[in-house]
Structures are given as C-alpha cells and as structure tokens.
C-alpha cells in the first residue's frame, strides 16, 4: 500500500520513495531515547516520513533501540548513541532536538519533586545543544516543565545561543487529554474535538479553555469543573494506575510526536500550523505561559492572545499565576546558584 493513515491523523503521507525525494531532510535528536518515553516516541518519529535522520542519545540502553527501529522501512536513517562522551556527535546538525531524559513522578510525587534531578539533566543537556546544534528547535519533556524550560532558556543565554522562539515546553499531551475527556463527556467524534489548554504543565498551573472549544456544546458547571480537574490531573491519574512503575509514557510519546511533527512543518514551510506550547511569552505578566503559537521556518513565527475567558477561567488564572511565577523563578535561580 503506498498512501496510508496512520495514528489517527497524526501521519498522513505517501510512503513511496519518488515522493520523498521532495521533502526536505530533516535530522531530529531524542536525548533520553532508550526511556520509557523515549523508545515509543523513537517508534513514532521513525513512521513519520519528514524524518530523514534519527539520532537515538542516552546514557545506556540507545544501541538496542536504534538497531532494532532501524529495521523499520521508513525514510528515517537511525543512529544510537550511548554514554555523554557521544553526546555531541549525537547532536551535531539536529534541526530538532527533543528531550525526554530524566526521572518520572511515583504515586504521592508532584512534579516539582523531580526537580532535584531533572533540573541537573535537562542543564548539562542543553549546555550540550548549545554548543553542538546551537541553531535546532528544541523541545522539552522532561518535568517540571515549569522550571525545566526556564532553565534551557538560561543555559542557552549564558552559552550566547538564546533564541526565545525556538524553545519549547511539551504541553501537548494536556491537550489530547482535555480533547479525549471532552469528546467522551459531551459524545461528540474526538476527532473533530479541539480544545485549547494554557498556563504550565503541573496541577492548577494547567488551564484547559473549555469556552473555547470545538465543536461548543452546552456544558454545565459541575461538567466543567470535572473536566477542568481531570485535565489537570490526567498524569497522576495514569501514575496511581501504574502504581510506582513511572507515569504517562504511550501517550506522552504520542502527544511528543505530534507536537515535534509540528516543529518539522513549521520548518518545512507549512502555514497555519498552530499548537499550544510552553514558551518565553508576553501574553501574560508571567515570562513563560503556555498558549497558541504559530510555527514557521525560525520557529514561533506568531503568538495568539488569550482570546475571551469565561469567569470560571479568568478565577483559574489567577490562581494560577503565584504557583507558575514561582516555579520559573526556581528554574532560573537554579542556573545561577
Ligand atoms: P524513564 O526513566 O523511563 O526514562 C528516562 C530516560 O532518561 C532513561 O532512559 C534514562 O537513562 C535517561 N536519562 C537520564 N539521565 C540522562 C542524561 N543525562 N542524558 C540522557 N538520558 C538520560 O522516564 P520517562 O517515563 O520516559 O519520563 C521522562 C521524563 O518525562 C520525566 O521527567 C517525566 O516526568 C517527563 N514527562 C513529561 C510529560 C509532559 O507532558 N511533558 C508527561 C510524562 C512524563
């Protein structure tokens, strides 16, 4: 079969090799690839054919991976690398570089309590991007998101590298989930569900804009606050059901690939694409706020604004501005400590 769909939407292109030939090359590294998210989300992005080169880098466990996704006959060339002493080579002419490396939550944990460590990773990583693929879009997973993306922005200013529209926190998996919770309460096709969701990426930080959703439906105030909450719990939700053995990791890889799918249209000349992203930002007071961007060939090409706020969302964001403003601040302390 030469054209086929796959993943809901996520892929839609022609396989065949003639096409090929007419997409631009594009080399995305996974820092962190041999996890739990990161072997799923080397799967996705070696199915997307805008992939030309997949450079698999952890500290162990990448040569396995790579040598067995690199059986998959797809565009994507992949490379495994393992161990720090790699890591630059591993980087070296990334157009996108995609970090899911770090610890992840256990029941009773808040993402901040993985600061201690993430904060370490996502540090030494980006040193390592700025000096080897100082020019690549990067994308952030590893939590707290809050602080992680706060501390890539510091590294990369001391490094003399920083360019605010090129980095970006993953907040796409609060949108699929606030998308899935949604459809499924209101009975609508998921697939025609959007739903835009903004603030950070840790409990009431997270804002999911239910007014502005699409298709709108009625929806009452106990349904609201229910979705409301579910969004922003849909990670402990998974961590308690996986009951010690880590948090989101199928989905997350599925919202990761989908949002460096994105980074690669942008690159490529694709108009319109827009998707939600925790970003360096004015559209609040606070210095990095998730809402819609629009992605181009230098990254953030534009900022939505907030749009209309129902009273329920404009209480929301006001709670949420002490927690996120604080969680910055940690992230950017930490560089300079
Ligand atoms: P995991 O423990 O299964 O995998 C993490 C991987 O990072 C391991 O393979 C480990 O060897 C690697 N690693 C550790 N230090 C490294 C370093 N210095 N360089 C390169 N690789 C390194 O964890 P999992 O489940 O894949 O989660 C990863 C991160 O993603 C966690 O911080 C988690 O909280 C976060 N996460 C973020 C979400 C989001 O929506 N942004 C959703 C779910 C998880």
Known sequence: ???????????????????????????????????????????????????????LYDIAGTRGVAADISHINTRAEVEGFEGEEHLGEALKGADLVVIPAGVPRKPGMTRDDLFKINAGIVQSLCAAVAKHSPFALVNIISNPVNSTVPIAAEVFKLAGTYDPKRLFGVTTLDVIRARTFYAAKKLLPVEDVNVPVVGGHAGITILPLFSQAVPQVPISEDELVYLTKRTQDGGTEVVEAKAGKGSATLSMAYAGA??????????????????????????????????????????????????????????????????LSKSIEKGQDYVHQ
């Open 1 to 55: 079969m030469a054209s086929r769909r796959i993943l809901g939407g996520l892929m839609r292109r022609d396989f065949a090799t003639s096409s090929q030939k007419q997409i631009a090359r594009r080399k995305v590294a996974i820092l962190g690839a041999a996890g739990g998210i990161g072997q799923p989300l080397s799967l996705l992005l070696k199915l997307n054919p805008l992939v030309s080169h997949l450079s």
């Open 258 to 323: 989908l949002f460096a799918e994105a980074c690669l249209k942008g690159l490529n000349g694709v108009k319109d694409v827009v998707e939600c992203s925790y970003v360096a930002s004015s559209v609040t007071e606070i210095p990095f706020f998730s809402s819609k961007v629009q992605l181009g060939t230098d990254g953030i090409e534009k900022f939505f604004d907030l749009g209309p706020l129902s009273d329920y969302e404009l209480q929301g964001l006001e709670k949420l501005k002490e927690e």
